[in-house]
């Protein structure tokens, strides 16, 4: 008769595929996110002070975090810095994420223009929280 112990390592192996693949899909579109902010000026105006820094995300409570759970970055923005996490919604078929104090997205698309409208919302939302108009930000889709 197998043991809890037993049974957690079991589902821990049994979910190691599909929790790989969530992980480099979160990845990939926070890489994607990167870009869309580099890029969010225009074509050939390029924002040359983005960067990107991988993190753990403080909810996550387990290790390997479960399928669903969290993936997040700092993105430095000049002289600003953003905490972005992410994950799959698997029943909605997107990208759901948080960033900055109290704002979220959720996206179905990452072709490069719906990126880049994200990323504008983003900054416009960033904006309005320095100036002191937090009342603007909210849920972008």
Do not use: K
């Given at each position: 008769?197998?043991?809890?112990?037993?049974l957690?390592?079991?589902?821990?192996?049994?979910?190691?595929?599909?929790?790989?693949?969530?992980?480099?899909?979160?990845?990939?579109?926070?890489?994607?996110?990167?870009?869309?902010?580099?890029?969010?000026?225009?074509?050939?105006?390029?924002?040359?002070?983005?960067?990107?820094?991988?993190?753990?995300?403080?909810?996550?409570?387990?290790?390997?975090?479960?399928i669903?759970?969290?993936?997040?970055?700092?993105?430095?923005l000049?002289?600003?810095?953003?905490?972005?996490?992410?994950?799959?919604?698997?029943?909605?078929?997107?990208?759901?994420?948080?960033?900055?104090?109290?704002?979220?997205?959720?996206?179905?698309?990452?072709?490069?223009?719906?990126?880049?409208?994200?990323?504008?919302?983003?900054?416009?939302?960033?904006?309005?929280?320095?100036?002191?108009?937090?009342?603007?930000?909210?849920?972008?889709?």
């Amino acid at each position: 008769m197998p043991t809890d112990f037993d049974l957690l390592q079991a589902a821990v192996r049994a979910t190691t595929e599909g929790r790989q693949g969530e992980v480099r899909a979160c990845e990939a579109f926070l890489n994607a996110l990167y870009h869309a902010f580099r890029h969010a000026n225009g074509p050939g105006l390029p924002l040359n002070n983005v960067s990107l820094d991988w993190a753990d995300d403080p909810g996550n409570r387990l290790r390997p975090v479960p399928i669903g759970g969290w993936r997040a970055a700092w993105f430095r923005l000049g002289l600003c810095e953003v905490y972005v996490r992410v994950r799959r919604d698997a029943g909605a078929g997107c990208f759901v994420g948080e960033y900055g104090p109290r704002a979220s997205f959720s996206q179905e698309g990452v072709g490069e223009e719906q990126l880049l409208a994200l990323v504008r919302q983003i900054l416009r939302e960033l904006v309005a929280e320095q100036e002191g108009r937090p009342g603007e930000r909210g849920t972008v889709n």
